[in-house]
């Protein structure tokens, strides 16, 4: 009888082994293991193949009688059975891969990877599910209405376990949905995180501060906390600082020094438009509200600080003093607007920085040398082709140096009170290339080649100071007019460049 038996089971393997459907796992199986194997590097051709693969098998399934969304249908032989519960089982989880690949390509845009890989990944689980179900219900014939219940039950314990967890995965669908911030934005949460956004996953944010620190913001924190976007509508950042001054100064002219200053600092965009408003007046001093804006918040802090020093220079320039600290006794004419040019001049030196070493009689015997020059607004200092002899010190006003490009005039920089132009001039005998523009009402201080050589010989450390200064300004590219330099010279060694031509048109002396 053991023999009828084990004669019965290898007839029907014999049998079974006969369906052409045994040759079409075996064949599908090879064919999945080469396109993986060959087109590894490949993946557009992997996917063809794949897509061929599954037509072919359906095409199979159908012919056999098979249809893959009705329960499976016992021949009696448990081997041709199992192998037609694999090919509808491989059926169920291709035609799955292939609904992933569609929403993929088609449905969510591949263009912003981060933005869509949430959704990306909660529609490819929802599919692979549905499809787990199917096999589950079409492949071993169970009931999913009890399995449904069961899972529901289970998924209300787990939702209460992984209570947190789940309140980030939420919100990080709402923020995908709704988009307050997109990778690459700058962000202000409340709690005072601030910072690029990098990331966005299914549990939290990255963002990037300003100090290069990664910050991990749970989604559901910032779901719940007001949002910043620094970089919508556009990139450009607003800042504001506030300035106290003496009250000996009328508002409006304090207003006009200070948007001088802001006028002088290149970071700070004119569109929107700075404001300087008046916040308060009192008997001790007048306070103004600086607002102005910049093209990103990456360089607020620099835009700031270069304002601030402008700020300095310019109401030093003007003779407006600041305000003096609270509770010291205010002291009337402890700096005094100067009266008279020689004066004016004197105390525009003493922000010069070449002349900075030079005593207060010394920067008053230059001051007598000066010629003082006036511009009204919009009007020409400098025309390219003009050979300047002489160093000329900007005394008040904003002055911009602008060249004729190709396509445009570009703007190369500002000058404010203190700044100074027509060294190079000096140096190389060769003609600007550039044009100087009074942006306000301008007054500059001529001192003359050769009222110039006696200073730069008799104080050696000007000499190398004026170096320092030139070779600063064009290692930086803000130089304007150096088209004479030799292009054999490297930027580490401008400054004994420029030390060498003032010591061999001067004869200076080696300082020590």
């Not at 309140?167 to 307050?180: A, E, K, M, Q, T």
């Not at 027509?422 to 080649?449: C, H, K, R, W």
Request: glycine share 8%.
């Amino acid at each position: 009888m053991r023999e009828n038996i084990g004669m019965i089971d290898l007839s029907d393997l014999i049998a079974a082994v006969s369906d052409p459907l045994v040759i079409v796992l075996g064949l599908f199986a090879i064919g999945a293991l080469g396109s993986h194997l060959v087109f590894k590097m490949y993946p557009l051709r992997r996917a063809i193949v794949r897509v061929i693969l599954l037509v072919l098998l359906t095409i199979a399934l159908l012919y056999r009688g098979i249809v893959p969304y009705q329960p499976l249908q016992l021949t009696g032989s448990p081997f041709r059975d199992a192998v037609h519960a694999a090919l509808k089982i491989a059926w169920w989880l291709w035609a799955a891969w292939f609904v992933v690949g569609f929403l993929r390509a088609f449905v969510i845009v591949e263009r912003r990877p981060h933005e869509g890989k949430l959704l990306r990944d909660l529609l490819s689980g929802l599919v692979y599910l549905a499809a787990s179900l199917a096999i589950i219900a079409y492949v071993f014939d169970l009931p999913i209405q009890g399995l449904l219940a069961t899972s529901g039950v289970i998924a209300i314990i787990l939702g209460l376990a992984l209570q947190s967890t789940l309140s980030d995965v939420f919100s990080g669908i709402v923020l995908n949905f709704s988009r307050p911030y997109r990778p690459g934005d700058w962000i202000s949460l409340e709690g005072g995180t601030e910072g690029r956004v990098i990331e966005m996953n299914w549990r939290a944010t990255h963002v990037l501060t300003g100090r290069r620190d990664l910050a991990i913001v749970p989604n559901s924190t910032i779901a719940k906390s007001r949002i910043v976007n620094i970089s919508s509508p556009s990139g450009v950042h607003g800042s504001a600082i506030t300035v106290q001054l003496a009250t000996q100064t009328s508002p409006s002219a304090a207003i006009e020094t200070l948007e001088h200053a802001i006028l002088n600092c290149r970071p700070i965009v004119s569109s929107p438009a700075p404001v300087v408003a008046v916040k308060s007046v009192n008997a001790d001093y007048t306070e103004f509200e600086m607002t102005f804006f910049v093209s990103e918040l990456a360089s607020a802090t620099r835009a700031q600080n270069e304002l601030f020093d402008l700020i300095f220079r310019h109401l030093a320039a003007a003779g407006i003093e600041l305000a003096s600290s609270q509770g010291a006794p205010y002291q009337p004419g402890k700096m005094q607007r100067p009266e008279g040019p020689e004066a004016r001049a004197e105390a525009v030196l003493g922000l010069v920085a070449i002349f900075a070493a030079l005593s207060r009689s010394e920067r008053a015997a230059i001051a007598a040398k000066l010629r003082q020059h006036s511009f009204d607004q919009g009007e020409v200092l400098l025309e390219p082709g003009t050979v300047l002899k002489s160093l000329f010190i900007i005394g008040s006003g904003v002055v911009s140096f602008t060249r004729d490009d190709i396509e445009a005039e570009t703007e190369l920089l500002r000058l404010g009170p203190g700044d100074h132009y027509g060294e190079i001039g000096l140096l190389t005998g060769n003609a600007s290339a550039v044009t100087i523009t009074a942006l306000t009402a301008v007054t500059t201080y001529e001192l003359a080649q050769s009222d110039l050589a006696p200073i730069l010989e008799a104080e050696p450390e000007v000499a190398q100071e004026l170096s320092r200064a030139l070779a600063r300004r064009q290692a930086a590219g803000r130089s304007a007019q150096a088209t004479g330099l030799d292009s054999a010279v490297p930027t580490s060694g401008l400054t004994n460049w420029f030390s060498e031509r003032l010591h061999r048109l001067y004869n200076i002396a080696s300082a020590q």
